[in-house]
Structure formats: C-alpha cells, structure tokens
C-alpha cells in the first residue's frame, strides 16, 4: 500500500454545508425560531423544560438524612414526678411536646437525686452528671431492624 493509492472510509468525509449562496432558506431549515435572523439561544434553555438553574435550591443546602432531635437540659427534670425520665414522662410533664421526634438530653444545670433517664442520645456532660447522682442512662435506639432474607435465597 502507498500513500497514493490510501482512500478515507467511506461515510466518514462530510461535504461541508454551503451556507447563504442563494437558497431559499440558506441552510437553515424551514419554518420555526432557529430560521429567523437573530436568533440565538438563551444560556441554560432547556427546551421549555424547567432549566437546572430553576429547579436547584437558591439558599442554603438541606440534608436529607440529617436527624432533628428535641434537647432538654438536666434542670428541667424537677418538673418530672418521680426518678424516671422518659419521653412519655417529659410529655407529660410539658417539658416537650407530643411530636417530639428524638430525644437528646444536655448537661446544663445541676440534679438534686438520681433518675433513670431514658433518651436517644446524651451528651457527654449529662451523661457524667446523671451517673455521678447515682443515676442510670439508657439509650432508646429506634433504628428499623434489618430482617434476614438469607432463608429466601436459592442455593
């Protein structure tokens, strides 16, 4: 083979588009807003589709798994009647309300007895402050169990 007798693939050279000689159209088609002089496409036109700019929060950022939780500091527990802490106790006590969603409970203030406090997280100082009153802390876990579907499975 020489470089006299080398061919390109046929289909892969394009004859170039003759634009403006005469035609009635000039390369541009028929009818429509891309025919008409002047046009030109706005930045981010998706077609009529809500473009991207559009449909992106403009403040801030919202993410979805994070976990809101009701806090209550350790002083409030004197509203409470008796040495349990719970939520349904803290209810009704209005110490929260009845939505509360996930219960974290605060080091701030000081216990005069020891509680049983039952919540779904505790900082680390009211962790230190209910155990050093003699209390006990534990930790409602609302997680969904997970089932085991290896019974399910083909061998």
Do not use: C, W
């Not at 004859?15 to 496409?41: F, H, I, P, W």
């Not at 701030?108 to 009153?133: C, M, P, R, T």
């Amino acid at each position: 083979m020489e470089l006299n007798n080398m061919k390109s693939t046929p289909g892969s050279r394009k004859k170039q588009k003759r634009v403006g000689r005469g035609d009635k159209t000039a390369g541009r088609g028929e009818n429509g807003q891309k025919s008409r002089a002047g046009y030109s496409k706005k930045i981010g036109f998706e077609g009529g589709q809500n473009p991207l700019y559009k449909r992106i929060p403009k403040r801030g950022f919202k993410n979805i798994n994070h976990i809101e939780y009701t806090v209550v500091n350790l002083d409030k527990f004197v509203r409470v009647k008796g040495d349990k802490i719970t939520p349904e106790t803290l209810i009704e006590a209005n110490v929260i309300k009845a939505n509360y969603g996930y219960l974290k409970i605060l080091g701030e203030g000081k216990l005069i007895k020891a509680y049983k406090v039952k919540a779904h997280k505790f900082s680390n100082s009211a962790k230190q402050a209910i155990e050093d009153a003699g209390g006990k802390v534990t930790i409602i876990n609302n997680q969904k169990e997970e089932t085991n579907n290896s019974d399910n499975k083909k061998n």
